[in-house]
């Protein structure tokens, strides 16, 4: 067994998680009723676990409320079938904040609940989330050691046991022990070495098939098909969707589209598109490309699918040189080529073009992975900083933040990293607008979609928790007066 | 006489015929840890069936782990008290292990001790790796399930010795302890086999040959080695009066489900279904086996066990699994034949109450014949068992 323990040894094992490329954190920024509330909510890396959830009253300390309950909703079971939530626990160290953690149990869609009750009233937050083992704990060497060691001795005393069953157990009281006995005992005990070592391998083998069944359950990102060709003067960019593993089922438009697919460029040309491709049928997919450099790209996709489910497929594609450029398929597809990007810094600002910048207006200390983080920018023009923006796709602004190795890639906004479209999804089948095997008809979605309250100014802040260390690039858009902007930034986080 | 038994002390064989008298209450200490750890057991099943959440300080575990330490501190000691501080008498009745002297069931309560909270840690590390309890079946659970065997072991070896060695009344009390701990015996065979002993499966040939393969074995070697003229059926007794009074016990106990997604909103605690029917085949296999044993090969004794088992288990489990299954009769709080689990669905609430679909006569035939021989093998290795349980007198 200590073979096994070996191998299991190597650590843990990172893959990606789900609305998103490897960064399954939860944050979202909203209200709970009358209560101003940021949910943080870190998924466990394995099915069933616990999910640690932590609410904060964006308006610091308030002596109105009494209780911040959480519940755990899966989309399948609906409210009707969630257990009762729990109290979050003021955190000692930190104001205003509460938490707690909670057992996701299956794989697939959930929502934490988070209801704040007070004087003012009661209050729920709706905040998807994806729950997908991602990973497997590997041994820590002492851990390995101390099993070892405990085996070593459970099997050399089962021997020992073997031994005296033969032996002396079967004498009586004060009989000795024979040396034919004797001998038989020992027989008894070599003969069974083996036997136990049949057994250990047994369960040896049987932990293997676990272990591999498990891996084949991991999340892993959709890949989809994608083939690129000249046709009528355009390029068109054609996708499959079709998964072997079934997850994608019937897709509800999110910000009012079906799919928004990210391409940026690998080998450092500074190039980032925002389309949205046009749905031909369950699995098909259509993009007329815009006039993009010629190279290799990393490709995201992001859909959400009506039972609640946000999926980012991921995949490579090369642009070939020669192609002709095209005028933008849909009014909302925006792309940038950046010369020069800055770094993230005080007074750091990107040029947006048509006059505009946009400035960092964050925190002045370096960014730290596993942290919240406000990623503040203001929208300035010649004038100092402007006053209100247009809605980009319903939202002030959209970031999207990869890492330099593109193992990290998500798509946020002032809002946080939720998709607005599952929110919508667990409100409606709340109503009972949904069931099991129903379909939502695509305008109660995005009708469902709450922008009402969703401020419009020129600096906005978009909160984030960085995965892990690493370079970054953000991309930010902006639509200050009638065309979709990017600024990108660079930075490095701790 | 004299019998040299370690070099430089002698023994009187008076000693021979006293019953060591640390062994008793040590035999009735370990033998109520077996009730712990078989009710503590039960329990935790029946939590994780209604109420799903867990942790280390669930009444049920601290009941489990209550029979671990009892088994295990009171080993321990008599270990100890043997080694260090015991009179000739206990240490005549004892077997030596790495030094020290002690029962030999002592050191199979140690052991089951040891495995158990070996079986802790690496429980821990399961549940962070592959997630919380997703197969009651997992490698760390068989570690503590062997641990928890061992301590029924454990008593069943401390009880057999006492019997073996005493005469007159105290043997029949014995003999009566002994049987109530082969009850538990059962108990831990037929809880292991919980998943493939749904109420649905009870008409499949897998259910037949899995019960073929473990009960003839149990119910063989308990009527053989017990000094009761029905060893055997007080044993199965104890198991089904056990599982009875648990299931109709827990039941009463108000409930809610700590987990979800929640597809049946129990409101009590859900007990296991009704036990096998085992009393059955075990008044064939003492009535056959008192008269046969000694007059036929082991061999022939074997085959005609076997197959009583089989056919008496048969003649009163199939149609009573009919009732459970497909009579809303059974669907009450007496026969249990409507628990569910909470996250049971509706769609497989449904299938619980139809059997799983038969395959053709000739393949239930060949199943049911495999059955026959896992029954008769099982019977062989069981009368083995037994006449070595006979042989136990330390």
Redesign the interface.
């Known amino acids: 067994m200590s073979k096994r323990w070996s191998i299991l040894a190597v650590g843990a094992i990172a893959v990606v998680a789900s609305a998103h490329v490897g960064s399954p954190n939860v944050i979202f920024d909203g209200n709970a009723g009358p209560y101003p509330v940021r949910v943080v909510v870190r998924p466990p890396m ?4 616990r999910a640690e959830v932590i609410v904060q009253l964006r308006n610091g300390v308030d002596p109105t409320v009494k209780h911040v309950m959480i519940r ?3 989309w ?2 609906g409210v009707a ?4 939530g729990d109290e979050a626990a003021p955190v000692p160290t930190a104001r205003a904040t509460y938490s707690g953690l909670l ?1 996701l ?2 794989a697939g869609a959930y929502s934490v609940y988070v209801t704040v009750q007070g004087t003012r009233g009661a209050g729920t937050a709706v905040v998807p989330v994806m729950s997908f ?1 991602t990973g ?2 590997g ?1 820590s060497p002492g ?1 390995a050691i ?2 070892a060691l ?2 070593l ?2 099997v050399a ?2 021997l ?2 073997v031994y ?2 033969v ?10 022990l024979t040396p034919a006995r004797r001998r038989r005992a020992r027989i008894a005990t070599a003969v069974a070495l083996p036997a136990i070592a049949l057994i250990l391998f047994g ?1 040896a083998k ?2 293997q098939s ?2 591999a069944e ?1 891996q084949r359950t991991l999340y892993s990102t959709p890949k989809p098909t994608i083939e690129i060709r000249s046709a009528g003067g355009q390029n068109v960019l054609d996708m499959s969707t079709l998964d072997p593993t079934d997850r994608i089922s019937a897709l509800i438009p999110d910000h009012g589209k079906i799919m928004h697919l990210f391409l940026i460029s690998r080998d450092g040309a500074g190039t980032f598109a925002h389309l949205h491709p046009t749905q031909l049928d369950s699995t098909n997919f259509r993009l007329t490309l815009p006039p993009l450099p010629a190279g290799a790209y990393r490709l995201f996709a992001d859909v959400t699918t009506e039972n609640a489910t946000s999926l980012t497929l991921t995949s490579a594609v090369t642009l070939p040189q020669g192609m002709p450029g095209a005028a933008a398929g849909d009014s909302d597809d925006a792309w940038t080529t950046s010369a020069s990007v800055p770094q993230i810094a005080p007074n750091a600002a990107a040029a947006l073009g048509d006059g505009f910048s946009l400035a960092w207006t964050g925190a002045a200390d370096s960014l730290r992975a596993g942290e919240t983080t406000d990623l503040r920018f203001t929208v300035r023009d010649a004038n100092g900083p402007v006053n209100r923006l247009e809605p980009y796709l319903g939202m002030a602004a959209h970031a999207v933040v990869m890492r330099d190795d593109g193992s990290v890639f998500i798509h946020l906004h002032p809002m946080g990293t939720i998709s607005s479209a599952t929110q919508a999804v667990f409100a409606l089948r709340d109503r009972g607008d949904t069931t099991r095997t129903g379909h939502l008809p695509s305008a109660d979605v995005t009708a469902a979609q709450q922008m009402a309250d969703m401020p419009l100014g020129g600096t906005f802040a978009i909160p984030y928790e960085f995965p892990k260390p690493g370079r970054y690039r953000i991309w930010v858009q902006v639509k200050p007066k009638g065309r979709v902007l990017t600024g990108t930034f660079d930075v490095v986080v701790r | 006489m004299a019998i040299a038994l370690d070099p430089g002390r002698t023994y009187t064989a008076e000693l021979r015929s006293t019953a060591a008298p640390i062994s008793v209450w040590h035999a009735y200490a370990v033998s109520f840890a077996a009730v712990c750890v078989m009710v503590g057991v039960y329990w935790d099943i029946s939590w994780h069936m209604s109420i799903g959440r867990d942790s280390f300080w669930t009444p049920a575990h601290l009941v489990i782990q209550a029979g671990g330490l009892i088994a295990g501190l009171s080993s321990g000691y008599v270990a100890l008290k043997t080694t260090f501080r015991g009179t000739d008498a206990e240490r005549s009745a004892s077997v030596g292990f790495w030094g020290f002297r002690a029962p030999f069931g002592a050191w199979i309560c140690i052991w089951g001790c040891g495995a158990m909270l070996t079986s802790a840690p690496f429980d821990n590390w399961w549940h962070n790796a592959y997630g919380l309890d997703v197969q009651i079946v997992s490698p760390p659970h068989t570690v503590l399930a062997l641990g928890i065997f061992s301590i029924v072991i454990g008593a069943l070896m401390l009880t057999m010795a006492l019997q073996n060695r005493a005469t007159g009344a105290e043997a029949r009390r014995l003999a009566l302890l002994v049987s109530a701990v082969g009850g538990l015996f059962i108990m831990n065979f037929a809880v292991f086999i919980t998943e493939y002993s749904e109420r649905m499966m009870l008409h499949g040939t897998l259910f037949y040959q899995i019960v073929c393969v473990l009960f003839p074995f149990a119910l063989c070697g308990l009527s053989r080695a017990g000094k009761l003229d029905w060893s055997a059926t007080a044993s199965a007794g104890a198991f089904m009066g056990v599982m009875l009074v648990l299931m109709w016990t827990i039941e009463q106990f108000p409930a809610t489900p700590k987990l979800g997604p929640i597809y049946q909103h129990v409101g009590h605690m859900v007990s296991l279904s009704w036990p096998l029917w085992l009393v059955v085949p075990a008044v064939g296999i003492d009535w056959l086996r008192r008269r046969l044993d000694g007059r036929v090969s082991t061999a022939t004794l074997a085959a005609v066990l076997g197959a009583a088992f089989l056919a008496a288990f048969m003649v009163v489990e199939w149609p009573f699994a009919s009732f459970l299954v497909l009579n809303p009769a059974a669907r009450n709080a007496f026969f249990n034949g409507n628990n569910v689990v909470y996250w049971a669905t509706n769609a497989y609430v449904a299938h619980t109450h139809q059997f799983i679909p038969a395959p053709s006569a000739a393949v239930f035939a060949r199943g049911i014949g495999i059955a026959l021989v896992y029954a008769i093998g099982s019977s062989a290795v069981g009368l083995l068992w037994g006449r070595r349980l006979t042989a136990i007198r330390r």
């Open positions: 394995v099915v069933p676990g755990p909703v899966f399948r079971a079938g969630a257990p009762v057992w149990m299956a083992a497997r704990l041994f851990l101390l099993l405990l085996g001795v459970l005393a089962l020992t046991l005296a069953a032996a002396e157990s079967q004498l009586a009281p004060g009989e000795p369960g049987w932990w676990v272990d498990y």
